[in-house]
């Protein structure tokens, strides 16, 4: 089977069986020979900071001699970066074969009319590639909940890790924080300890209950042990005093809560340490520094004005790009460009933001579930501040650098071009970015 045949045959299908459980997913494992429990699982919930924490998981990892598989949500730029090993993507080569060892159990399962949704499809394949790669570690990251979600389908868990966790995705997780927090404390195993952030004591008192139902020990991480030594757009410097040691360390994720997602890794690497895995000082260094993520406040353009991208969907990660704001760019005119999906706390994210930006441009996000850019814009006057509708993404990019290039102009100072809301547009952006770099150098 061919690249383009695979993701034709695997992302064809329309009549997908959706059954708020893992019974079915569970059925669908089975044909495939449950390659799930095939490789040791550090499982990963949370609302916000699952990506960085897993990020650094997996470098840490790889540094330390472990082939290590990565399953992570959504994507960015492209399909296949949900699923990597040791660092690398998997190639559309293999991509294939995973998708032809499938076939059949897909086939079977349409025929019967119970074929698992995309996304638990995905998560089959990557636990299939996983122990068909022959992982020592696979870092799994939830996709929103955590007691059913498609992820939570294998039983080789050996270190459950949360971050923090908030209101989001009320449809499905429930409308109180603790509903929320109980659902993602599902992801809790009988006897496996957990790594957690110290966070709201609502939600820690749910783990906890949980934990001690399981018999699972937590491992908190207490944010006063760590200390931010320097924070910049291109590096922090931070020491944390884990369970095990006193280190220095440093990463290239800007914002102060990426401190706290690499602290969240140090105390998950010390907790397999414990369990008698072989991780050296160095390889947690190393691991942490070599992490990216992208989409994360990450710089795509350096020159004046500076271009950023971020997926501050719902009101926590937007007060995390507030505080960044804040502290990385205060001396710069911020202009915004904003593109939301309407079943988000899009109003909420407005009103954290809106008052930081000189200008804010909107955008509709791609896929079924985006607000339309006058709606958005509407939003944001309510608020008291102005807003500018775009035509497409690649006019609200031209529109936001030449208003950013008229007021450096003016007044001397840098200006900044922030693009967030949703996760769905940010590769549009970053496309108009390289074609408006490559229009320049012509």
């Known amino acids: 089977m061919k690249e383009a045949e695979a993701e034709r045959f695997f992302y064809g299908f329309e009549n997908h069986f959706f059954d708020m459980g893992l019974d079915n997913l569970r059925k669908f494992m089975q044909t495939l020979g449950n390659p799930q429990d095939k490789v040791k699982v550090i499982h990963v919930a949370g609302t916000n900071g699952k990506g ?25 730029f492209e399909k296949r970066e949900i699923i990597a090993v040791d660092g690398k993507l998997i190639s559309g080569e293999e991509f294939a074969i995973q998708v032809e060892l499938m076939k059949s159990a897909v086939e079977i399962a349409d025929k019967e009319g119970r074929l698992p949704t995309i996304f638990e499809l995905e998560t089959a394949l990557a636990y299939q590639y996983f122990a ?19 992820t939570n389908i294998t039983n080789s868990v050996v270190l459950s890790v949360f971050t923090s966790i908030s209101m989001d995705h009320m449809a499905w997780l429930g409308n109180t924080l603790k509903e929320i927090a109980e659902c993602k404390a599902g992801i809790i195993r009988k006897n496996i300890p957990a790594v957690i952030i110290e966070q709201n004591s609502q939600v820690m008192k749910v783990i906890e209950e949980r934990a001690r139902c399981q018999n699972s020990r937590i491992i908190t991480v207490k944010k006063d042990n760590i200390k931010v030594l320097e924070s910049t757009l291109k590096k922090q410097r931070f020491v944390y005093h884990s369970t095990l040691a006193r280190q220095e360390y440093e990463i290239q994720m800007s914002g102060r809560f990426q401190t706290e997602n690499g602290a969240e890794a140090i105390e998950a690497a010390c907790e397999l340490i414990r369990q008698g895995y072989i991780i050296e000082k160095n390889a947690v260094k190393q691991g942490l520094l070599k992490a990216v993520l992208p989409g994360r406040f990450q710089v795509i353009e350096n020159e004046n004005p500076l271009v950023l991208i971020d997926g501050a969907h719902n009101p926590e990660a937007a007060l995390r790009l507030r505080e960044n704001i804040t ?75 030449s208003k950013a290039e008229k007021l450096t102009a003016e007044t001397g100072r840098k200006s900044a071009v922030i693009c967030f809301g949703s996760f769905s547009f940010l590769k549009y952006i970053k496309a108009a970015v390289e074609d408006r770099r490559k229009n320049n150098e012509n």
């Open 52 to 76: 960085s924490v897993s990020s650094f998981i997996a470098e840490i990892l790889t540094e330390a001699g472990f082939k290590t598989g990565r399953y992570h949500s959504p994507a960015v």
């Open 132 to 150: 068909y790669s022959q992982c020592d570690f696979a870092v799994i990251e939830c996709g929103m909940g955590g007691l059913t979600d498609a």
């Open 327 to 401: 502290l990385l760019l205060r001396e710069y005119h911020i202009i915004f460009i904003m593109g939301v999906f309407a079943d988000k706390d899009y109003e909420k994210v407005v009103e954290i933001t809106c008052n930081l930006a000189d200008n804010i441009y909107t955008v509709k996000a791609d896929g079924k579930r985006a607000l339309d850019a006058n709606i958005l814009a509407q939003c944001i006057r309510s608020y008291g501040k102005e807003a500018y509708p775009a035509e497409s993404i690649p006019k609200a990019l031209e529109l936001a650098v």
